[in-house]
């Protein structure tokens, strides 16, 4: 099995980004673990505590479209840094706040920096620095951060335990600034400047545009993949639960989705690129609704719901990388970052309304309502990434096939 090797530089790259989003994305989800502490200090519902999320999920979408423009601009490394420098007093806000004004204010300031820190703009710096090669160091970053939450989540309960939520916000707020700012400053690499010579720009073959209607199948096929990995990453537990499990039991099977979803990045990026993301996204797309069906027709028999873990974590796993390397197949290393900034618009916005919409439906209609929306879903996603594989590039239609 042949195995992209990435340089030295992209190496580099990685090893920072790896870091960086580590504590980027680690940090933001104190909520898994302080919410209800927060809840009761700031004298509000559980539920307008957790809609701090919703929030910090909008304005990163909000902000990606206009922040495409700034990464074309100065390059992903600059704006990466002003979206760590801006953090900071984001959890000093968070730490600070009495009342709900300070507190989503904390999450509006913590949305506007992660829209130009986390994902989008790591995936923008990858193929800043990787061109061609870009998916397969997407796949190793997702991989190297597939374990943020296994991370993060025992560490934000043992600095809360011992120091207090609001100054556990304070040593986060202390990490933006002394350990992933001078990452992103000292380890990233300058973006090249374009060549001065007309000559030599001129020289340079133009990439046709890719027809909207393209664009439109792509957000298709991710948003609502999305809306089904997103909301099911909330509602997993309780959807076990309502489908007979013991609490203890459906925490046993839950637990090993974290795992299945590392493992099956992992495989992706062992295939050293030999397949592009539309082909991934394919195979890891027909297992979502094959999933969903074998829970529904297993009656809550512990081997239908062991396979369903199996086939949903290693989907929904290689779905997460593909959601960053599908755009890759259309869209040259000059255009990929306004077309991913546009993609993290409707991304992030499924996944602030997926995790409430698929929790009410759970409570109120039942886990087979759940499972049939979610089957409904990822059907239409995969017809669409059908339809995206029959308009792939000849090029990248040739390199799919061997």
């Not at 499990?245 to 925490?251: C, H, N, Q, S, T």
Request: with cysteine.
């Amino acid at each position: 099995m042949r195995i992209a090797i990435l340089d030295r530089t992209i190496v580099r790259t990685l090893i920072v980004l790896a870091v960086a989003q580590l504590i980027g994305w680690g940090s933001v989800g104190l909520l898994a673990i302080v919410g209800s502490r927060i809840a009761v200090d700031l004298k509000m519902s559980i539920a307008a505590v957790f809609a701090g999320n919703s929030v910090f999920y909008v304005v990163m979408g909000l902000w990606a479209p206009p922040l495409a423009k700034a990464f074309k601009a100065f390059g992903a490394r600059r704006v990466m840094i002003m979206g760590t420098i801006l953090a900071a007093p984001g959890f000093a806000t968070l730490a600070a706040s009495h009342g709900p004004v300070l507190y989503f204010t904390a999450w509006v300031i913590l949305g506007t920096a992660g829209s130009a820190m986390l994902t989008t703009a790591a995936y923008i710096m990858l193929n800043e620095v990787a061109g061609s090669t870009a998916k397969n160091a997407i796949g190793m970053l997702m991989l190297m951060t597939g374990l943020s939450s296994s991370i993060f989540w025992p560490a934000a309960a043992f600095l809360s335990g011992l120091l207090g939520w609001r100054t556990t916000c304070l040593v986060y707020a202390t990490a933006m600034v002394m350990v992933c700012l001078p990452l992103y400053a000292i380890g990233l690499p300058r973006r090249q400047p374009p060549p001065k010579d007309p000559s030599i720009a001129a020289a340079t073959p133009k990439t046709p545009a890719v027809p909207t209607g393209i664009f439109h199948l792509i957000v298709s096929a991710i948003t609502l993949n999305a809306f089904v990995t997103f909301g099911f990453s909330a509602i997993l537990i309780e959807l076990l639960k309502a489908e007979g499990l013991p609490a203890g039991e459906a925490v046993a099977f839950g637990s090993m989705l974290g795992i299945l979803q590392v493992g099956a990045r992992g495989l992706d990026f062992l295939s050293g690129g030999r397949w592009d993301g539309i082909t991934t996204a394919l195979f890891a797309g027909l297992a979502l609704p094959l999933a969903m069906l074998l829970l529904i027709t297993g009656q809550g028999a512990r081997w239908s719901i062991a396979g369903f873990i199996l086939l949903y974590g290693l989907g929904s796993g290689i779905l997460a990388v593909s959601r960053a390397t599908i755009p890759l197949v259309f869209y040259d290393q000059a255009a990929y970052a306004q077309a991913a900034s546009n993609i993290a618009l409707p991304l992030n916005l499924i996944s602030a309304v997926s995790p409430p919409l698929l929790a009410g439906l759970l409570a109120h209609s039942g886990s087979k309502a759940v499972l049939g929306l979610a089957t409904v879903c990822s059907c239409s996603a995969f017809v669409a990434l059908l339809r995206l594989s029959r308009r792939r590039p000849a090029k990248a239609a040739a390199g799919a096939s061997t």
